[in-house]
């Protein structure tokens, strides 16, 4: 048995460690400062700022709108009002703008909903048009409500505060009222009060989000027009591809076998009598079939090329451009790999893109870059880059390759941008979200 002496060290020189007096103070000193660390953190000061300059906003927006509505609804008898309803409810639309724009103190900012955009022509066509939106009349009514809502939501997060500082006063000036329960009601509601405000703020950002916030039933419609749309688009650009193979196919591979054969019957048919000329027309028989080959290849390779699949994208672009007539640079910089629908649709953009650009351009020189880029909503993403020098003036309405290539991309939920100026450059632009790039597997067991 070791004895222990007075300076912490035992006979056999290890040192003791008071282990049952340093937890317990570390976890109290842990609690606290959870408990406590509201009181100064920016987030429950802009809360509580938040819904007083809310009770404010609200008392002015329904004074405005009362003194607007009242101009207005007065002076209708004489015509003159009727020309105060469009500035009215625009007036309206603003103000509550301004209440959206605040919802950014204790989150993100409240998109609008959509309203209904006056027709064009004469101010009295307007007027039927802006009284008639449901929209703008849900604003209205959520001014009358919200003068109502946000003072008592307010007076809510207020009241904690309140009691707070009458608990702090009475103790601190009539040391009679300082009893326990006094003082352990105060050091709670320190921690709690800034708690209950953030969670008010939150419930009157919900209560603004829910009134002028977009409908979560129309954006879910919006969404499905805009896929069905995004449907059709790339119906009409895969039945225009399928009509562009049916022509290769018709005007090339077959007018090359159709004359293929009518060579080797010829061929047959001097053997005998013209060995020469039959061994020339076996020559340009031999040189159609070669032909016939490679178209046949470059049509493959324009469905799905099996390089993307055994030796990834980079090698795919470089076999695009490595039968081209003009140098084209290739640059692929990705950390990772690409899903299999990314690679693909990377490869397509990339190779109708230098298709338009061999027969439409007359360009001298072209690149393609292909890196990763931060999406719209800041997921990761790739960025394709197609640039060349020549004439410019690549305007989709005019051929299907363009088209073809928008709706390739707009159906992976991408943007695609083409600066094509007449006389050039010309540069597209294609950005492409990538929902989860696959992580690199990790070294086998023991290997480093």
Known sequence: M??????GMSDTGAVNTPRSETRPSTSWREAIDRWYRPLIVAESWLALGYLAVGALWAVAMVTVVAVMASITFG??????????????FALVNAMVGVERSRAGWVGEPIAPRPLRVPPDGSWFRSIPATLTDPERWRQVAFIVVYVIAAPLLFTLALTPW??????????AFDVTSADLVG?????????????ITVAIAGVTRSFVAW??????????????????????VILDAVDAERRRIERNLHDGVQQQLVALGIDIGRARSRLDEDPAGARQLLDDALTKVR????????IGRGLHPAVLDDRGLDAALSSIVGSASIPISVEVVLDTGLPD?????????????????????NARTATVRVGESPGPSGARAIRISVSDDGRGGADAARGTGLAGIRARVEGADGTLQVESPPGGPTTLVAVLPIQQLPQPLPPPSGVT
């Open 75 to 88: 002076l209708v008898f004489v015509v003159v009002g009727l020309f105060l309803i469009v500035p009215t």
């Open 211 to 232: 009134f002028l916030g977009p409908d979560p039933t129309s954006a879910l419609q919006d969404r499905v027009d805009e896929l069905a749309e995004q449907r059709t």
């Open 291 to 298: 032909g016939a080959v490679g178209e046949l290849r470059v």
């Open 341 to 361: 629908d990314a690679a693909a649709t990377a490869y397509y953009v990339v190779n109708e893109s230098v298709a338009n650009i061999l027969k439409h351009a």
């Open 183 to 195: 003082i352990a009601v105060g050091l709670a509601l320190a921690g709690a009060a800034p708690r």
């Open 162 to 171: 309140i009691i707070l500082l009458g608990l702090f006063f009475g103790i």
């Open 2 to 7: 070791s004895r222990v002496v007075e300076d």
